[in-house]
């Protein structure tokens, strides 16, 4: 038996990164149906990982959709306990044709493992499998009791779960849940994510004529409903971008001074960013950096508008009708149902003359998380963090939303400490997404860390 | 031989009908490519009509585009030439799904035959050749000279018949132009159109970032080019309906009292208008009656708009571009290209913070059109549908735009009169498009009438 956690790992380090190229070969796209079997397989092989490291209460378990993975060790009596997350699904590969390798055919290029998942959240969470068998293999048991669930819904908004949770409160309690989902903001400095935005939203569509019509025999006597979503659209937001909708930032907390300090003194370039996303000038509210419009100030965006004709060439028509799908993102204490009921109001209120509109149902919206400031998970990450890189890690906030954050907190009472090793840049929902070689060793190392800190932090 | 063309088209009535059923069957959309069998389709069949009924010349027309149909009959010495002008290309059938027959596979329903292109210009036009045929074979002659030109690029601006116009004056020398095209604006009043709109436009597309961008992580920080749209679009009317761009109103010459007086005493009813688009409420520039504002008011219209994700559901994307299709309907004398370069300086000029924009190039424009007042083919109009109806026609203007007359007017310095038998609420240009049965027999009887009228006149 190999003398310490970290040593298993140099040992076994070739073996550890064949294991997740198979684990990626798994093609466990949760969208789409015709991948099934691919979710199985993958559901099965991190089952098949639990039962070989000797977990207990290893199971499959059925939501209404895809099963998510459970398995415990809680062997440390006085010690934390701590729930951690990952999920085994993926996005879909399209578009097939940008790809160098085929999605799941994973491929190393200059120290980089590219396929489908592999960053998100395949490799991540892999490393906390890794982190136990290295534990296991050599002091024979853990640091801290451990519950994993694993799920395979968290790319289609992790209903299936969710309702797990709420249901089974007692099985996955915990202290806290430690997230190998998450993603860090950069490759250069380690980062651990404090907050993520919430989110609500309302697609909706504005009626005119009964039917389409001729632009030029009836332009001119009738509202055009283009014009009129164009309108209602611009009415949203006021010439400085910031949200126009009655009450849109009423719950709003104000971030504190010395927060708003912490978030400006990070490293951020503007054209660095500008060059990332390919626009020549940055907008947003004014009176806000980049990173503070990203992280927490809420948002009002259009995903989708359209109407009348979009194909090639021109066509003479008033439409009937248009569309428009809206997301706001949310931040401490914004409400989702009531942004929307806000949302909907303005929509209302502001309809120009000679259109009707309808909403559409059953937009799940999704409370914004804050990881609670000073809490142990926090503290121990930080420290698991410098032992690994050497320097203090950034405390940085997420603009996307983290569901699964919500819920636990909802119906737990726990809050999530993201503990992830997958880094934003690596296209994630794109094609050619990748996960770096050295991450998978470097998190395995800060896990061991983690768990060894926190069971001598009490 | 049946012993009058009025008899002959009593006897054969069945067998026209399906003939005109034939045709329509053909899907002979111009503006989409993947439509050009049809297109070629229903020229062939045209030109197959023409030589059955022992026309000269017949003759397909090479154009930059669709060919145009040729065909002559010229025995008529110190008769009047009529050039009789009709278009075989049809609108696209989108949205397929409205439709309750599929719109090349016609369908009759009370008195009505259902299909693309049937009103517009398919039944108007087969009315001409029937009428000829109607003289042919009973008379064997006819009463006047004419000149055939069938074209099949109507919906797309009639780019290549105008060069062929313009390249062969002499082959299309006329007294003046015979249009089976321009429909009648009411069904229970027989009209003649003195005047339509002129057409100018612009398609374009803004574009923001390079790439679509995550609306959670990046929403806030960059302009949407969803938001710059509506913006750019709801600038280009203001609150009272009335176009603010720039200059766009310098070049209208203003209606006499006596021609608003004339427009006003027609029978119109607002609510029964209303009725027949369904909307609750009529919309346009303050000051002016709907038939003021589709006759002899110009128009800035929307025909298209769109971009981000419009499919089911929802998707977190700021999209990396928007797009939108522009139409001006203009009058005397209004110019296409100088409207077009407003409009485009307007957009510049508008152009919200970190959008870049393009226009697609080659939007053919038409000048608006007026017959000359008292022109002989207005005067024999006038008497042929009081023939028919028994009453005589009110003279109407058209809101649409019919570009060759302007070609005609420039090219070969004739007037064009109108002389349709579809009716302006036929859903031409929409899904369920038809063609009231009762008129194709009408119209080829008012055709017969105004040959036979004209032959007389001099």
Known sequence: MTATPHAYIEEHAERILNELIEFVRLPSVSTDPTYHDGVEQAAHWVAAQFEMLGLSDVRLMATSGHPAVYAEWLNAPGKPTILVYGHYDVQPPDPLDKWLNAPFTPEIRDGRLYGRGVSDDKGPLFIAIKAAEAYLRTVGQLPVNIKFLIEGEEEIGSPGVAALVRDNPEQFAADFVLSADGAMWRIDEPSITISSRGMSGVNFTLFGPSKD?????????????????????????????????????????????????????????????????????????????????????????????????????????????????????????????????????????????????????????????????????????????????????????????????????????IDTIFFSFSTADEDFHAPNEFFRINRLYEGIAAWIHYWDLLASSE
């Not at 971030?255 to 400006?264: F, G, P």
């Not at 009707?356 to 142990?376: K, L, N, S």
């Open 213 to 413: 019509l001729h632009s030029g025999r009836h332009g001119g006597a009738v509202m055009n409903p283009l014009h009129a979503m164009a309108q209602l659209i611009a009415s949203l937001h006021d010439a400085d971008g910031r949200v126009a909708v009655a009450g849109f930032y009423d719950d709003v907390v104000d971030v504190s001074a010395d927060d708003r300090a912490a978030i400006q003194n990070l490293p951020f370039d503007d054209d660095a960013y500008m060059q990332q996303v390919g626009v020549d000038e940055l907008f947003g509210e004014a009176t806000y950096t980049t990173l503070e419009r990203q992280w927490i100030r809420p948002t009002l965006e259009l995903n989708g508008m359209g109407g009348g004709y979009q194909g090639p060439g021109s066509k003479s028509v008033i439409p009937a009708e248009a569309h428009a799908k809206i997301t706001c993102r949310l931040v401490p204490n914004q409400d989702p149902a009531d942004i929307r009921a806000k949302v909907i109001k303005h929509l209302e209120t502001h309809l120009p003359p000679g259109t009707r509109i309808e909403f559409e149902p059953g937009f799940h919206g999704v409370a914004p998380y804050q990881v609670t400031p000073g809490h142990i998970g926090l503290i121990v990450a930080e420290q698991a963090l410098k032992a690994v890189y050497e320097q203090p890690p950034l405390m940085v906030r997420m603009g996307g939303t983290l569901p699964l954050a919500t819920y636990f907190k909802q119906y737990l009472g």
